[in-house]
């Protein structure tokens, strides 16, 4: 299984963005996908994740009205679109996965099993 995210970028503050985490795998399935950040010299961050059935989403508070998490199942793709992006949005963008089981809600780093490779976001004042 492979999770590949893209879409990072330098933005300036007030602009959008959109992710996207394309999940890989002849087998691949998952019971919730969403989506980390990361800033230089802090913990890696819950931002928002969505469940595979009834496409249920839960956030941060920090992106609340903000930031929307949808998905594909077709294409096994989640979106993270960002608006009004503020310069402390500045981190990688981790995707993860939970392949199965799990509690939707979390917002554990360690209850998603399946990680992809980060992409930048940079948003300028």
């Known amino acids: 299984v492979q999770l590949q995210a893209s879409g990072g970028g330098l933005v300036q503050a007030g602009g959008s963005l959109r992710l996207s985490c394309a999940a890989s795998?002849?087998?691949?399935?998952?019971?919730?996908m969403g989506w980390f950040r990361q800033a230089p010299g802090k913990e890696r961050e819950f931002v928002a994740a969505i469940t595979r059935t009834g496409g249920i989403t839960w956030y941060v508070d920090s992106v609340k009205g903000r930031f929307t998490i949808s998905g594909d199942n077709a294409k096994n793709t989640v979106y993270l679109q960002m608006a009004s992006l503020k310069p402390e949005d500045t981190a990688v963008y981790y995707c993860?996965?939970?392949?199965?089981?799990?509690?939707?809600?979390?917002?554990?780093?360690?209850?998603?099993?399946?990680w992809g490779q980060g992409t930048q976001v940079t948003v300028s004042s």
């Open positions: 993860a996965a939970r392949r199965s089981g799990g509690f939707w809600g979390t917002k554990s780093p360690a209850d998603f099993d399946s």
């Open positions: 795998g002849r087998t691949f399935s998952s019971s919730f």
